[in-house]
């Protein structure tokens, strides 16, 4: 079962998303609110995949990437936002994001994005 750690500053989203990975038999460690939130989840998880808002309160995105590549080179980090925030995303995949997915979610994108991360 694949373990991701859930970080979006918005209750409705974070909620989405947990539902929507449940639903589809993942595990979902946790789901946060700041990006200091999430280095510490990982911390004590280590989930298979992080996804990241690009946005939060706190630390960037950009900032947690970092730090959670400095923890464990192996961190897999994806990103979401939405299209209005292009030059966010692109800044992520920079940092080291593997990966992202654009709100508004869509089911199957999300399920293969994730899957895409860990190569299986």
């Keep these: 079962m694949i373990r991701v750690l859930i970080a979006d500053d918005n209750p409705n989203e974070r909620k989405e998303l947990k539902y929507l990975l449940l639903s589809r038999s993942f595990s979902v460690v946790d789901a946060v609110v700041t990006g200091r939130e999430a280095v510490e989840k990982y911390k004590e998880t280590k989930p298979d995949v992080t996804i990241l808002d690009v946005t939060m309160p706190g ?47 869509h089911e199957d994108t999300v399920v293969r994005t994730v899957r895409m991360c860990i190569g299986s």
């Design 59 to 105: 630390i960037d995105a950009c900032s947690v990437i970092r730090e959670l590549q400095f923890l464990d080179y192996e961190a897999k980090v994806m990103v979401c936002g939405s299209r209005g925030q292009r030059s966010l995303i692109v800044e992520a995949l920079g940092a080291g994001a593997s990966h992202f997915i654009l709100k508004p979610y």
